[in-house]
């Protein structure tokens, strides 16, 4: 191994965050799938849409948090400063808005129909 390719650290700091938001984009991206999976046999199978774009944005938060990982982790190496992305947490701030609206336009749906088939 390499230094650069060697953790920075023993504690493994940067690698645990890492982990941390992949688990969460890919449980955000698993919460999307299966509201797509409901709406798209409810009554209104256009609210699937929404489900679809939080998909997007969990793998948008998992290929940046990865990114920011192998900045932050050459950035150690290396001695230099680095700045903080704050696009992972845009991302993942947004597919949650996104889950909220589904959310609510589902409970608004069910309400409004009578019910779930």
């Not at 955000?28 to 256009?46: E, F, H, K, Q, S």
């Not at 489900?51 to 990865?66: D, E, S």
């Not at 903080?84 to 336009?105: D, E, K, N, R």
């Amino acid at each position: 191994m390499t230094s650069i390719e060697a953790p920075f650290d023993a504690g493994l700091q940067p690698e645990r965050t890492l982990l941390a938001w992949r688990r969460t984009a890919l449980a955000l991206g698993l919460g999307c799938a299966v509201a797509v999976r409901l709406t798209i046999t409810g009554p209104w199978p256009a609210m699937s849409s929404i489900g679809i774009v939080g998909i997007g944005f969990a793998a948008a938060v998992y290929v940046g948090a990865t990114k920011r990982y192998r900045r932050v982790h050459a950035a150690l190496h290396s001695g230099t400063p680095h700045g903080g992305a704050a696009l992972p947490l845009a991302g993942l701030a947004s597919a949650a808005l996104l889950i909220a609206v589904l959310g609510g336009i589902f409970v608004i749906g069910v309400a409004v129909t009578g019910g779930w088939r």
